[in-house]
């Protein structure tokens, strides 16, 4: 599971939801299991995403602002299928949010940079590595 948290930390969602659909071919292959084992692997899957989240230093109500509740949705799984597209929902939205944070982190590194050239245009030892010295 350690690749799959590092999927979701790099905000690759296509290997990702390739490593559920895995995940949910093996579960069909292990034969005839009981719905609470099926929810008991989801729940599994989703402690996995929230550790993420919290070695992040977010919550996953900060993800889920709207008050939602996956566990509550995973009560609800009766297939598969509702396994997988639960997860696909979730992880999808914990990735969009890692994203949406990394984005705006570049768009203000690139400002400070900006304005960093702004302010020392006209200096002769102007550098990519003074620039870097100024932002790090």
Request: net charge negative; with cysteine; proline share 1%.
């Amino acid at each position: 599971w350690y690749e799959f948290a590092s999927l979701i930390k790099n905000g690759m969602a296509d290997k990702a939801m390739e490593y559920i659909h895995n995940y949910i071919l093996w579960i069909s292959g292990t034969g005839s299991l009981d719905i609470q084992i099926i929810r008991l692997l989801c729940t599994n899957v989703v402690t996995i995403n929230i550790t993420v989240l919290h070695e992040l230093g977010k919550k996953l109500s900060q993800v889920f602002p709207d008050c939602y509740d996956v566990f509550n949705e995973i009560s609800r799984i009766d297939t598969l299928e509702d396994m997988e597209g639960l997860l696909r929902y979730f992880v999808t939205e914990i990735i969009n949010y890692i994203q949406s944070g990394k984005e705006k982190k570049t768009s203000q590194l690139v400002e400070e940079a900006k304005k960093y050239m702004g302010e020392h245009l006209c200096e002769s030892d102007l550098s990519l590595k003074s620039i870097a010295k100024s932002l790090y």
